[in-house]
T-cell receptor, first 117, second 112 residues
Framework: DARVTQTPRHKVTEMGQEVTMRCQPI?????VFWYRQTMMQGLELLAY????????DSGMPKDRFSAEMPDATLATLKIQPSEPRDSAVYFC???????????????FGEGSRLTVL | SQELEQSPQSLIVQEGKNLTINCTSS?????LYWYKQKYGEGLIFLMM?????EEKSHEKITAKLDEKKQQSSLHITASQPSHAGIYLC????????????FGSGTQLTVLP
């Protein structure tokens, strides 16, 4: 049963600490998205990778956030230093784009709930 | 996202009633996705629509993409408490480089 795996599921940390969230996309998918969900802003796109290359990270605060795909099986989202306003649920999603078109379902992970004190 | 407007923001219905949720874009939609989310959980895929006029159904949920491909509606027939949750539309919007932008969601409550 293919699924997107995210770790950690929950993270509580203190302001100023580094936080790294990891995502294992579904094998064979060539696109990976990072979203952040809060009550106030809803679901916001932070970064978007295709074939491991970052296509768009304009939704991400550059001074503290960074997203990478060191290989096809791992995507990371790092926050350094973390701030209380970063508290949110962070979702990773993967999908398949062929010929410039999304071919179907975008699969979401269960999310990483981050609380920054 | 202001690119995708969902309405209503919240909806409370009595079990057995029909309901409709709308998702509207000011630009052409190349792909429209409907997801359901329960609080604290991930998004569950419901349906994807790509062609103007396309309509898909799954159990008691039907989604349609209008001919101009700028609006989609999600219709639930004879709602049940299990339908409760947040419904999100996500779209591949013209000019968005194939990103998926999401609406703000519709919170559905079904009263038994």
């Amino acid at each position: 049963d293919a699924r997107v795996t995210q770790t950690p599921r929950h993270k509580v940390t203190e302001m100023g600490q580094e936080v790294t969230m990891r995502c294992q996309p579904i094998l064979g998918h060539n696109t990976v998205f990072w979203y952040r969900q809060t009550m106030m802003q809803g679901l916001e796109l932070l970064a978007y990778f295709r074939n491991r290359a970052p296509l768009d990270d304009s939704g991400m605060p550059k001074d503290r956030f960074s997203a990478e795909m060191p290989d096809a099986t791992l995507a990371t989202l790092k926050i350094q230093p973390s701030e209380p306003r970063d508290s949110a649920v962070y979702f990773c999603a993967s999908g398949l784009v062929l010929g410039g078109l999304n071919t179907g379902e975008l699969f979401f992970g269960e999310g990483s709930r981050l609380t920054v004190l | 996202s202001q690119e995708l407007e969902q309405s209503p923001q919240s909806l409370i219905v009595q079990e057995g009633k029909n309901l409709t949720i709308n998702c509207t874009s000011s630009k052409t939609l190349y792909g429209l996705y409907w997801y359901k989310q329960k609080y604290g959980e991930g998004l569950i895929f419901l349906m994807m629509l790509q062609k103007g006029g396309e309509e898909k159904s799954h159990e008691k949920i039907t989604a349609k993409l209008d001919e101009k491909k700028q609006q989609s509606s999600l219709h639930i027939t004879a709602s049940q408490p299990s339908h409760a949750g947040i419904y999100l539309c996500g779209a591949d919007i013209a000019g968005s480089a194939r990103q998926l932008t999401f609406g703000s969601g519709t919170q559905l409550t079904v009263l038994p």
